[in-house]
């Protein structure tokens, strides 16, 4: 249960107050009084009630709490590890090397770590997209993290070392949910967390009949270079899975064709800026289609600490969705997923990126032909 909130009003004093109304109204050097779980009054110069705590916050902004709809928070246990990789890297590390050693402890401190983080940073709701699920225990123990922590979290329950449509087969996965869900008002829900590979065979359909019968939105990575394509949220589509309440995670390098079927079923796209940029998935096409509902996503903590220097960071994240974004978004046919990565390793001279990169060897003078 989360604790017990301290009910003394409290009272922001002189921030710039993001009153979040329908003009979008900025108040600077604003107060806001909070009475019980209820903002009570706005403006400039309130005074505080008795016994109000008075906390100063100029200099800061007063807005609420931030939504985060894609977080791989187990994965906080490893943070900073591959702030500037490709996604092929983060694939081979996080999901076939290191994540499948993850036992239940790690799981929760992961989560642990990463939710009292997201509090710390604003971010007072935050899907935990969960795919290092192997057992459940593990699910046990990522949901006991989130109950741990005063915030406000959605468990999207995955699990990459098996094929949704075999961890969703499972009869223990339904009975976790018989378990834990309804116990915490709307403090914590759930989702069911899985890719759609595009296979003409769609066995994914089997995971989205457990989420039907449970009741569960979907949340899956789509339109993510060289990994999810059109072909899945095709296949969605035509066996009546895209919902309003799915989320479609990236949404990076999908066709306007695509874009048009989510937005005529009302789903949402959770965009993850950095991680885009960062690892080349491309740039996500908000302007394409109309009626689509961006939200805001971290992915993962890879990013948050890291060593190499910043500017090589940046430099990287200028030039991969530059390399890789039109031709995915054109839904054209990829090359090895590695080959724009390459092509920057070779610019820069970075061995790293490619192997064959580093000095020059010196060219034979040239022959001329004698004859
Ligand atoms: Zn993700």
């Given at each position: 249960m989360p604790p017990t909130p301290d009910r003394r009003p409290v009272l922001f004093t002189g921030g710039t107050v993001l009153t979040m109304d329908d003009q979008h109204t900025v108040l600077s050097d604003a107060d806001l009084l909070v009475v019980d779980d209820r903002i009570a009054e706005v403006g400039r110069g309130l005074s505080a009630p008795d016994g109000a705590e008075v906390i100063d916050a100029s200099g800061g902004i007063v807005m609420p709490g931030m939504i985060d709809t894609?977080?791989?928070?187990?994965?906080t246990a490893m943070?900073?590890?591959?702030?500037?990789?490709t996604l092929t890297q983060y694939f081979v590390w996080?999901?076939?090397?290191h994540g499948a050693k993850f036992r239940p402890e790690d799981v929760r401190a992961g989560n642990l770590l990463s939710a009292w983080d997201a509090l710390e940073a604003?971010?007072?709701?935050?899907?935990?997209?969960?795919?290092?699920?192997?057992t459940v225990d593990h699910a046990e123990a990522a949901v006991d993290a989130l109950r741990a922590v005063p915030g406000r979290f959605v468990l999207a329950y995955g699990n990459i070392q098996a094929a949704p449509w075999e961890w969703t087969a499972d009869p223990a996965v339904r009975s976790f949910f018989d378990r834990n869900r309804g116990s915490d008002g709307d403090m914590l829900g759930f989702q069911l967390a899985f890719d759609v590979t595009?296979?003409?065979?769609?066995?994914e359909k089997a995971a989205f009949e457990l989420a039907r019968d449970l009741g569960l939105p979907v949340t899956t990575h789509a339109g993510?270079?060289?990994?999810?394509?059109?072909d899945g949220i095709r296949l969605m589509h035509e066996h009546g899975?895209?919902?309003?309440d799915t989320v479609y995670v990236h949404?990076?390098?999908?066709t306007t064709d695509s874009y048009h079927r989510i937005a005529a079923t009302g789903g949402s796209i959770s965009v993850s800026t950095e991680s885009e940029q960062s690892a080349g998935q491309g740039y996500p096409?908000?302007?394409?289609?109309?009626?689509r509902h961006p939200r805001l996503a971290v992915?993962?903590?890879?990013?948050?600490?890291?060593?190499?220097p910043v500017q090589r960071h940046a430099h990287h994240a200028r030039r991969r969705p530059l390399a890789r974004a039109p031709r995915g978004a054109r839904g054209g046919r990829h090359r090895h997923p590695l080959a724009p990565a390459r092509r920057a390793g070779r610019r820069l001279g970075d061995p790293r990126w490619?192997?064959?990169?580093?000095p020059r060897r010196p060219r034979p003078p040239h022959r001329r032909r004698e004859g």
């Open positions: 894609h977080r791989h928070m187990w994965q943070r900073a590890y591959g702030a500037d990789w996080y999901y076939l090397e604003g971010v007072t709701t935050t899907v935990d997209w969960s795919h290092g699920l192997q595009g296979d003409p065979a769609f066995p993510v270079w060289g990994a999810t394509n059109d899975f895209m919902q309003p949404a990076a390098t999908l096409d908000l302007a394409g289609a109309p009626s992915d993962g903590h890879l990013g948050v600490v890291e060593q190499r490619c192997p064959r990169a580093g």
